[in-house]
C-alpha cells in the first residue's frame, strides 16, 4: 500500500489521502490487488524471469492493459524485472534517479516488490511516494520526478506506454533536497 514520506520524516498512509495529495500534481494512484492465482504467485516470487514468464505474467493482467487501453489509449506493455543480480544495476537505476521528465505519461502496475518515485511540487518542495505490490501510479508528462530503489532489492512492474519514444528521461538539472535525510 502507497504512503507518502515527507523529509522531516513524517509520513502519510491513509490512501484516500494519499490519492488527494498526488491528485495535486495531477498524478493518479489505484490499488490493485495483484494476481492471486498459485501460477501468477511462482511467477511473482522468483528472482527473474525469462522473456516467456514475463509475458505469461503479463497474460494474468491483461484485463487492466484492456481497461487502460480504452480509458487511456495505451498501445504497449512490457514487464520490468529489477533484482540485486542485474550486471549494471546501480548504473541502470542511475538514470533515473536525477529529477526529470517525460514526454509522455509514466505508467506503472507494480506486481511485486517497491521501490520509491520522488515527486517536486510546484513550491519547488518534495517528498517521496513508496509504491509496492497492488499500486498502480500514472505521473503525467511533463511532472518533475525521479525513481529510486532506496534499499529495495526487487520489483516487478509492468509499464503502459502509448509511444516508447515519450518515455526518454529529460533531465530537468533541479537538485533533489530529499535525499537521504529522512528514514525510510
Aim: net charge negative; charged share 30%.
Amino acid at each position: 500500500m502507497a504512503r507518502i514520506i515527507f523529509p522531516d520524516g513524517t509520513e502519510l498512509k491513509d490512501l484516500p489521502a494519499v490519492q488527494s495529495r498526488l491528485a495535486r500534481l495531477g498524478i493518479t494512484l489505484r490499488n490493485w490487488p495483484a494476481p492471486a492465482d498459485a501460477r501468477a504467485r511462482e511467477l511473482m516470487q522468483r528472482k527473474s524471469l525469462n522473456d516467456t514468464e514475463k509475458e505469461e505474467l503479463l497474460g494474468f493482467v491483461q484485463n487492466r492493459f484492456e481497461e487502460l487501453k480504452r480509458e487511456k489509449g495505451y498501445r504497449t506493455r512490457d514487464m520490468v524485472v529489477i533484482h540485486e543480480d542485474i550486471p549494471g544495476l546501480a548504473d541502470m537505476l542511475a538514470k533515473f534517479d536525477k529529477i526529470h521528465t517525460h514526454a509522455d505519461d509514466e505508467v506503472r502496475y507494480i506486481l511485486d516488490g517497491s521501490g520509491y518515485f520522488g515527486f517536486v511540487e510546484p513550491d519547488g518542495r518534495q517528498f517521496l511516494l513508496e509504491v509496492s505490490g497492488g499500486d498502480y501510479i500514472n505521473v503525467p508528462a511533463n511532472a518533475e520526478h525521479w525513481f529510486e530503489m532506496r534499499g529495495c532489492t526487487r520489483c516487478k512492474a509492468v509499464r503502459y506506454f502509448i509511444d516508447t519514444s515519450g518515455w526518454t528521461p529529460n533531465y530537468t538539472g533541479r537538485h533533489r533536497a530529499f535525499v537521504e535525510a529522512a528514514t525510510v
